[in-house]
């Protein structure tokens, strides 16, 4: 029976055996294709200017049974790669706070293809987000304040209602674009048109004293990974070309209140998504950090700087986290030189440098409100004409002709007074001045007449620092056109009078 059974079963199982016929094997092939997976889907998500979305958005691609695949971000800003896909119908479709979502059907076909998708992200901004109507508060502001934008915390422009913001993801992509612009941005010009308004006690404008400046912005990331910016206006750096002889620097770098050296400085809340230019962006508010050092603003008035806190709110692009409108005020009154207004407002905007290929998100223009002494100004920067310089990263950034340079390598600022002495013999009293290099900063003090140091180039003698820093704290250099000595000598018990 055994045997029977055995010699029944034998011709069975050799029928599997036998040759297949060529449409047979071609069958069996795209059978095993298709259960290995062949082919790839690479989805690049884009903006309605081409440029990649890389937005705080989701992606779900499924194949025609409903079934999600799985895929990676590749090197490429805005795309995902789905790799080793069943050939067939894939539904792709993309939704991100602000946009209208979009949803397209692919093909992926058998042999080792690569199928790519672009979906274009469009603002809806108009259905997710509310406009805002001018407060109360705001109308019926007293006439002498009608000169001044409204106070950062006096109303909180709306938001669309229900939608949550991730904090730090967004603070992590914001820092991300100013290293990039730090990183990719070593020397850029441009054409400067100043217009100052002086303000009168009723908050009426002057006429404005114009002024038309060649620009020109050096930026150096020094030793541990420090920026200093350098900006030059007709090849000077002096505030006498400014109208009153009132100079106004540091634009550029206000944005870097998101850097990630120096977001530690400062207290962020998101407010929720806003828009800006109907163009949607997260709301974020910020504040100076009490214990910790400010290195954002400062003012300088008879050779001495004075730190001014800030705070402010920022309009990041939802769709590229590049930072599109910046507003700040002073965070208090400084009352050793009697500042009670300090207001900047700043609007970003990309410029493209052909010759380099390259875009980069800079200052277009810039309105400053100041109050000091109880003399007020209101003064509009307007910036055209960009041009982008490549520096050698071998070389080092020229400090200004005939100069001291002070680096604070603290964690903290440091104060300290600068002692000129001229030359022996010479009917000349020593000059001296007070002022705070800020942490990870430089100072530049400037000699000649009607300078930070107004004395004679060729008639300066000895110089001497005396700070309130740790020992070795402070770098020093003298850039000047005959031989001199520069003391550096750290006192902690230094006093500084109000």
Not at 250 to 259: E, M, R, S, T, Y
Not at 414 to 424: A, D, E, Q, R, Y
Not at 487 to 498: A, C, E, G, K, T
Request: negative net charge.
């Amino acid at each position: 029976m055994n045997r029977l059974c055995l010699s029944a079963v034998l011709p069975v199982v050799l029928t599997f055996l036998l040759p297949q016929s060529l449409p047979a094997q071609q069958a069996n092939k795209e059978i095993l294709s298709s259960q290995s997976g062949s082919a790839s889907l690479r989805v690049r998500v884009r903006l309605e200017d081409e440029t990649p979305f890389t937005g705080t958005s989701t992606l779900h691609v499924a194949n025609a049974q409903g079934s999600a695949v799985t895929g990676n971000p590749t090197d490429t800003e805005g795309e995902t790669l789905f790799a080793q896909l069943v050939p067939g119908i894939y539904v792709v479709e993309a939704d991100a706070p602000g946009f209208a979502p979009v949803k397209q059907t692919v093909q992926v076909e058998s042999g080792h293809s690569i199928a790519t998708v672009f979906l274009v992200m469009r603002p809806d901004v108009a259905r997710e987000i509310p406009a805002h109507p001018p407060a109360s508060d705001e109308v019926a502001r007293p006439s002498a304040l009608v000169w001044l934008p409204t106070p950062v915390d006096e109303v909180v422009p709306a938001v669309a209602p229900g939608i949550s913001c991730a904090l730090p993801a967004v603070l992590q992509s914001a820092g991300r674009r100013m290293k990039e612009l730090a990183d990719n941005l070593e020397k850029f010009s441009a054409t400067e048109h100043v217009e100052h308004y002086p303000v009168d006690s009723l908050g009426a404008r002057r006429l404005p004293d114009e002024r038309v400046f060649d620009y020109v912005v050096v930026l150096n990331q020094a030793a541990g990974g420090m920026i200093q910016l350098y900006e030059y206006r007709d090849g000077s750096f002096g505030q006498a070309k400014f109208p009153a002889s009132i100079a106004t620097n540091g634009l550029p770098a206000l944005a870097f209140v998101f850097h990630p050296l120096f977001a530690a400085d400062f207290n962020f809340a998101c407010e929720g998504l806003g828009q800006w230019e109907r163009r949607p962006a997260w709301q974020v508010h910020f504040q100076q950090r009490d214990d910790r050092p400010n290195r954002m603003r400062q003012y300088t008035v008879g050779g001495s700087s004075y730190s001014v806190p800030i705070k402010g709110r920022a309009w990041i692009d939802a769709a590229t986290f590049q930072v599109l409108h910046l507003e700040s005020e002073q965070v208090r009154p400084v009352k050793d030189i009697g500042l009670t207004q300090d207001r900047v407002s700043i609007e970003y905007a990309p410029v493209h440098f052909h010759t380099h290929s390259m875009e980069l998100w800079l200052p277009l223009t810039a309105d400053v409100f100041s109050e000091r002494l109880g003399r007020r100004y209101y003064r509009r920067h307007t910036f055209t004409d960009f041009k982008l310089f490549v520096v050698d990263t071998n070389q080092r950034i020229q400090a200004p002709r005939e100069s001291y340079e002070f680096t604070n390598t603290a964690d903290r600022d440091v104060s300290g007074i600068l002692t000129v002495n001229p030359l022996p013999g010479k009917s000349l009293r020593p000059v001296s001045l007070k002022f705070t290099i800020p942490a990870g900063g430089s100072v530049f003090k400037i000699v000649g007449p009607g300078k930070d140091i107004s004395l004679p180039v060729d008639l300066v003698g000895s110089a001497t620092f005396v700070h309130d820093g740790p020992e070795g704290c402070i770098k020093a250099d003298a850039y000047l056109v005959r031989e001199s000595t520069l003391d550096v000598i750290s006192n902690s018990s230094l006093f500084f009078s109000p």
